[in-house]
């Protein structure tokens, strides 16, 4: 049985083979499809932009003030010049440069966050479904007691106190309450797998814990796993959005939360400055409904129920 | 009805005192990392930002006195402990003599009115939702129309909520008035009274705040309630129940509804927390007079003893919002008792 052990991996890229030959490959649903498609031109969007369009002017001062987007005019009846195609801000910020620069540094941040909470959810997860025992009931409660707090207001006291910390310290803090989502969802999958027969049949060839959990259950679990880091990182990027929204952030170069921050504190709404607050938030909303359509398709692939459905 | 087991009902309280003492704890430490004498830094940046601190002197004296600065850091911790167990939260150093329980008391009630009411709408009606887009007798027309309605989900309410007063507080206008109130709970210049005049002015101030709530949260719930329906109508006893004859609404109801719900109830506990950050956003936009709104003049005043309170006193509010869903949890799912879970 050492061997089926070793074929594993092996045996996941016969299945996918085998599954071209269907029409009902489940990776090929329209939201799973949809959903990357939009962050896959959201990104080609931004290399072309860092290619062809000038992102210095995302820094204050770089042009003129308050410029509707082209084809608008403004309140005191400026016309968009096509020098700043979605208009600037009233401390002189080109929308489009602060799109292209404003845009990754939220999805990343995210990402960031993300990434760290899988990791330790990944550990947790197989540790408490794993060991059980009081290892179990440490894990659970601390996920209970972490998805109880609403982390927002955690991080508006740590932020309170360290008011100017850059994104990576942002996303490192976000991901301080990460966890405990992933956590609680690996362990209940884990659980289940545990019993499932060709665990109990790896476990009686002597197979190291270590390699049933990491090479027999990992390699299954993988579209849950990836539904799992899709839907944190809608969560991380929300904190950091909304920790933005209060007047935290980078102040320099800002990212979209930062941007919006700043549009209401200068009663851009009551200027009919749409372009500033506007263009912002519907590319942050573009970005979670794509979040949302990758989520749910992997949702349909994990799980054959769901996919009955439609 | 089920009763609960012990092992069910202390676990829930164990959860409850947990959270309530990581939360204390958590605002006990995190002033202390930063570098310095915490108050003294405290009224270092408040002079920075505004210029100069009425009553400097006062407050310095007071919060050295009620943290015994001079202790040792364990002597500080649990007289800390002790003081927010009684709520004592200190003084609010931006409007000095008012103390931070007293503006907790009077921003806490709009904050639960606002998620509440939020709450029941839209757990009702995203449920709802999704038990008839999984029935196979809801008609067509509304099989498309839900799906549609479900776009916004996943987009922050905070953001919805700028779009909405955008269209509705800005946009339209009828008689040159916008359709809505951009701000504010009730309309400026009343006095909060039981009056017809001043409960109406209060719903019409509510209804966007409550629907950028609603809008995009419930759609995640039709979601997840979809996905339950199905799983159940693969169900024997669905089988059973269709070969009996029983009336389509009555299997809806009680079959399928009345099962699917109980992992909606467990999901609603989990997201609770969510929920209260998110809605803490959409008061700062709406400037409604909640606790969201009360945090941010903690931040915009640099008041740190207020952005305390006010976070430990939401964040007990979340544990006991948790602890309520958990224990009536087994009076709709009578097998917890015998699975004494």
């Known amino acids: 049985m050492a061997e089926n052990t070793a074929d594993t991996p092996v045996a996941g890229g016969t299945k996918k083979a085998g599954l071209l030959n269907r029409f009902d490959n489940p990776w090929m649903n329209w939201k799973f499809l949809t959903g990357a498609g939009i962050i896959g031109l959201i990104f080609f969007l931004i290399f072309l932009g860092n290619q062809f369009w000038d992102t210095e002017l995302a820094l204050a001062g770089a042009s003129p003030l308050n410029m509707p987007p082209v084809g608008f005019t403004n309140w005191r009846n400026q016309e968009g010049i096509p020098e700043h195609p979605l208009g600037t801000e009233n401390s002189g910020r080109d929308m489009l440069a602060l799109l292209i620069v404003g845009t990754p540094r939220t999805i990343g941040v995210g990402a960031i966050a993300a990434s760290v909470g899988m990791g330790v959810g990944i550990i947790l997860g197989f540790l408490a479904g794993f060991v059980g025992g009081w290892v179990d009931d440490v894990i659970r409660l601390a996920t209970d007691v972490t998805i109880t707090i609403p982390s927002l207001l955690v991080l508006i006291v740590i932020q309170a106190v360290l008011p100017r910390i850059d994104l990576v310290t942002m996303a490192l803090l976000i991901s301080m309450f990460a966890w405990a989502t992933p956590t609680r969802y690996i362990r209940a999958q884990v659980l289940s797998m545990r019993e499932s027969g060709y665990v109990q049949m790896a476990r009686l060839s002597g197979v190291p814990t270590r390699d049933i959990m990491y090479r027999e259950i990992m390699p299954n679990l993988l579209p849950y796993l990836a539904a799992s880091y899709i839907g944190n990182m809608t969560g991380a990027i929300l904190s950091a959005v909304g920790l933005e929204l209060l007047g935290f952030g980078p102040q320099r170069i800002p990212s979209l939360g930062v941007t919006i921050f700043w549009s209401i504190e200068a009663a851009a709404l009551l200027r009919n400055m749409w372009w500033w607050w506007g263009i912002p938030t519907v590319i942050l909303a573009v970005v979670f409904i794509a979040l949302l359509l990758i989520n749910l398709g992997l949702d349909e692939i994990a799980n054959p129920r769901l996919r009955k459905a439609n | ?341």
């Open chain 2, 1 to 341: 009805m089920g009763s609960f087991s012990l092992n069910y009902l202390l676990r829930r309280l164990l959860v409850f005192f947990l959270t309530v003492w990581v939360a204390a704890t958590l605002i006990f430490i995190i002033p202390r990392l930063a570098p310095g004498d915490p108050i003294q830094a405290m009224i270092a940046r408040m002079t920075q930002f505004e210029g100069y601190v009425e009553n400097a002197d006062l407050i310095i004296e007071a919060w050295r006195k009620r943290f015994g600065l001079d202790d040792p850091i364990h002597v500080q911790y649990l007289r800390f402990l002790g003081n927010t167990l009684r709520l004592d939260l200190g003084y609010s150093m931006a409007n000095f003599p008012a103390t931070v329980y007293e503006l907790v008391g009077r921003a806490l009630p709009w904050t639960i009115g606002l998620v509440g009411i939020a709450t029941i709408i839209f757990f009702t009606v995203g449920n709802l939702c999704g038990a008839l887009l999984a029935w196979y007798r809801t008609p067509r027309w509304l099989k498309v129309m839900i799906p549609i309605s479900m776009t916004f989900t996943s987009v922050p309410p905070a953001l919805f909520s700028l779009l909405l007063v955008y269209i509705f507080g800005f946009l339209i206008k009828i008689n040159e008035r916008p359709l809505f109130p951009q701000v504010g709970a009730y309309a400026r210049g009343m006095t909060p009274e039981f009056t017809l005049e001043f409960f109406s002015s209060v719903l019409y101030h509510g209804f966007l705040p409550a629907m950028s709530i609603v809008l995009v949260t419930f759609g995640f719930w039709a979601l997840g309630m979809r996905g339950m329906m199905v799983t159940i109508e693969g169900e024997d006893y669905m089988i059973l129940a269709q070969a009996k004859g029983l009336k389509p609404f009555y299997v809806l109801y009680r079959y399928m509804i009345r099962n699917a719900i109980l992992p909606q109830m467990t999901a609603l506990a989990v997201s609770i927390g969510t929920l209260i950050n998110g809605s803490v956003l959409v008061e700062i936009m709406f400037v409604y007079n909640g606790m969201g709104s009360l945090i941010y003049s903690g931040i915009a005043n640099q008041d740190f003893g207020l952005i305390q309170g006010t976070s430990f006193i939401l964040i007990v509010t979340s544990a006991l919002a948790v602890l309520i869903i958990d224990l009536t949890y087994p009076l709709i799912d009578p097998r917890i008792s015998l699975e004494g879970r």
